[in-house]
């Protein structure tokens, strides 16, 4: 198994057409790989370069999300707390890392508390006032 920045992976799962060399690169490189980890803060850099870089918006941001989960190719830390954030990313009006906080909270018994007022609709999640 080999494991990938959140640089490779954006280019092997864009078809990035400004960087068509370090494209075609990373696709290989993940396609001879036996298995690809994804550490989690790589799912949520994945996640904000899309939205922020890529303008994707967040239907094809689950779609690129679900690709990661579904295939067997990728081997997903965390991925109990990835589906479940996933989950409530598709329920919510807040973002993929903020739900994976709320997830990570929940996992260990903690109420989470914050000033976000989409966060703050989730499940176990706290608005300070």
Known sequence: MI???TNVLVRALTNDNESPEQTKLAQEFITSADKVFIPQIVQIEFVWVLERA???????IIQALEILFNSSKYQLQHEEVFILALERFKASKAGFA?????????????KLWTFDRKLSHQENVCRLV
């Open 54 to 60: 890529y303008k994707v918006d967040k239907t094809n």
């Open 3 to 5: 494991a990938i920045d």
């Open 98 to 110: 903020d739900s994976l906080i709320a997830t990570e909270s929940q996992k260990i018994g903690c």
